[in-house]
Structures are given as C-alpha cells and as structure tokens.
C-alpha cells in the first residue's frame, strides 16, 4: 500500500501491517500517536530526555509485537498509551530518585510514601492544578488524589491508603466513584475521548 | 465464581492493585465475560485520563532515530525474503527452508543453516524423523514441522493470544493451489499442536496465517509462520 492509502486505514487495520513489519504502516502510527504517547511520558516522568527514551521504548516494543493488539480490548490509541503508561511507571519505580510530578501541593504526601520509594524530595517536581484539564477539573479533589497518584503516580491503592493515612476501603471508593463520574461525563459528551 | 470488586476492577483498570492483586484478576478477567465488559466499560475513562494531559510536540530527533530502527529492522526482514515466484499477496515471502527425503538431509543441513533453520535425521529407520524450523515474523513465536513416514505434525510456540473467534490457520501449497489445513487457537501458554495430513503427499509449502475466522479458503492476512519444501 502506498503511503497515501496507509493514511485512509483505521488505526486497526494498520496494527496487522505493523506485525508484518510494514516500516511505513509504523511512520502512519507514529503520526498518529506519537505526540499523545511523548505528552503523557513527559506528564509521569517529567523530564524530557527521559519521555524520549519512555516513547522510544513503548513504541519500538508495540514495532517488535503489533501482533499482540486484540481489538476486542479497545482502541489502538487507548491500548498505546496504557503501554507508555505503564513503562513510564517502571521507569518511576527503577529511578528511585525520580518522583512523579502530581497536580497538587504533593511533598508532605510524598513524604510518607512506603520506604522502598522514599527519595529525594527536593527533587520533587511540583506542579499546580492548572495544568490538570477536562477529565479531572471536575472531580472532587479527594477523588483526582487519589486517581492522579495511582495513574500517574504509579501508586497502589495500599500505597495511596498509606501516604494519606486512610482506610483502603475509603480510598478504593474514591477510585470507582472518580472514575465512574468521567465515565458518565464522557457518555454525556463533556469531553473527546 | 466469585468476581473481583468493582473497586478492584477500577483499580485494576487504572494500574493501582498490589502485583498480588493485580495478577489474580488479570488470571480471571481473562475469559470472565462479565468483568471483561466491566473493563471495556472503563478503557475510555482511563483513556481520558491519559489524553488529560497537557500536550507536547515530541522532538524531531525522536522520529528519526524511532523510524531508522524500524526501517532497519523492516530491511532485515525483507533481506531474509525468498524472492517471490508466484507474486500471491498472500506469500510473506521469509527464508524457504527445503526438506528433502533422508538421503539429501546432509547436503541440506548446511544451506539451511545458513537462513537460520536447521533439520534433523534419524539415522537407521527405515522412516526416518525429519524435523524442519518454519520461518517466523512474529517476535518470540517459532514452530517446526516433524516428518515421520506418511504424517506430519507442526508444534508451535510463543504464538500470541487470539480475539474471540480468530484462528491460526495452517495453509498448504501445492503447485499454484492453495488449500487450509489445520486450524488452531494455541494454549494459553502460547504452544500449540496441529496435524498437517496434506503435507506428505506432495506439498511445495506450508503456511501459517492469523484469520478473524475459520472457514476461509483463501488467506485473508500476511503468513507469520512459512516454510518451503520439496516434494519427496
């Protein structure tokens, strides 16, 4: 296929190109994604080098198995950003003196995380609420805590339960009902998905 | 059956269970049709989430240096082709690897090594085993095909897990025609076993395509797993 009918295949239709090692079907998805996968790395690790070699990684991992995309799961786009998700949460967890940049005043929470992940805390990036949009600015603040520092954060509900000195039952139900209201807000239309 | 929370669910969803946690309801959601919906429920929420945040232009140089290891790796793939006699689009075209009776194995042996496979004779049956790599493009998945007389078996492994209701299709080759043969949904393990009956009796080439279903005459995706033979 020509570039330019590469360009006209849904996101699904590229993935089986990509397994069959098609270098300008993964130009396309790059395209198409890259920008989303590097703005969300940059969001969890906070340093651009770092996003680079988070991006590189996830993408080059969906390269070498495109195959393993199942359609029934979701969308391409939604299972891309979980894998960079999910290795700029490695990254967290393997750079000890790395912290995730959060959208709220986080040191005094940051600072009674378990101790394994106990770090330098001024190293801390600190970002405010402005830069949390859509999704989040709606929720009630107990409940984007508890989401951004397991989303981003890459926190555990015990972990969560333990930095803000609250029943684990308490912060599980903060989870569901958060996630519930973006639910219902996205079946309502109030933002793209 | 007891189903995981929903708290647990929406936990798992978002990456926040406890690894003990977080493997026992991977282990049921797998196959669980109601907790599998719960999820798909969720999949857009958490890819608000992930689209919340502010955007970035990434930096050029991540392109490039992304799309020179794919090209590299996509030149080797294709170094690795058998040129393409026949032109099916079918035909993924990876190195062909000949299986010959007993008597050509030693002369082969080397040639075939030389593409990566390698082919094995036991010596002194009046039926020797011959056993034959097929050639792979998905990453971690390999097969062979063991020969033994008038039967031949295709043992598989890594194979990645399928959608509900696709297949692993076996197709054989003889002359210009192409006709299915096995299909398989591998273990959840990734091996898989099939019988090739078709083989034997003459078949210049066997392939393996993912298809969205069985039933089909004519492959529908590009082969992942082929091998070449010679009729003996």
Redesign the interface.
Known sequence: LTRAELQRLADEDLM?LI?????TA??VF?DRH???????A??IVGD?QAA?DV??EA??SI???G??F??????V??WT??I???RA?DLLRRDSGRAPKLAFDSEEILERRPSEKLTDVEALKRETAR??????SGLPEDQSKV?QL???G?????E?AKMLNEPL?TI??R??LG??K??AA?AEGA??? | VSHP????L??Y??????PGEETAVAGHAEGCERC?AE?????????????????????P???E???S???A??AE??DAAVPRKRGEQWR?GLGGLLLRPAAGLAALAVGAAAVGGYLVAEDGGAEPATTIELGS????ASGTIEVEGDTATMHVRGM??L??GAVYQVWVAEGDSLTPSAAFVPHPDGSATAAVPELPGGASEVLVT?EPAPGRTKPT??S?LEVQVEPS
């Not at chain 1, 890459?154 to 015990?158: I, N, R």
């Not at chain 2, 999820?39 to 930096?59: C, D, F, K």
Request: charged letters at 25%; aromatic letters at 8%.
């Open positions: 089986p397994a069959a090692k098609d270098a993964f130009e790059y890259g920008g989303a996968a590097y703005s969300l940059y969001r651009r680079e991006t590189q993408l080059i390269w070498r198995s195959a393993r199942d359609r029934a799961r979701g969308s786009r939604g950003l979980g960079v998700r999910n949460i830069e949390v949009r859509g999704a989040m989401i397991a989303f981003f890459g926190f555990s509900h015990s969560i039952g599980k139900g989870m569901r996630m519930e973006i639910r996205l933002f793209e998905a | 929370s929903r708290d647990d929406t936990a969803a978002l990456g926040a269970l406890d599998e999820l798909r429920h969720l999949a857009p929420a958490v890819g608000v989430l992930a689209e919340s945040v502010e955007q970035h232009q990434p930096p140089e991540l392109r240096r992304l799309l290891i794919v090209r790796e996509a793939v294709e993924f493009t998905l990453p971690g990645p897990a959608s509900k993912r995706m590009p992942l």
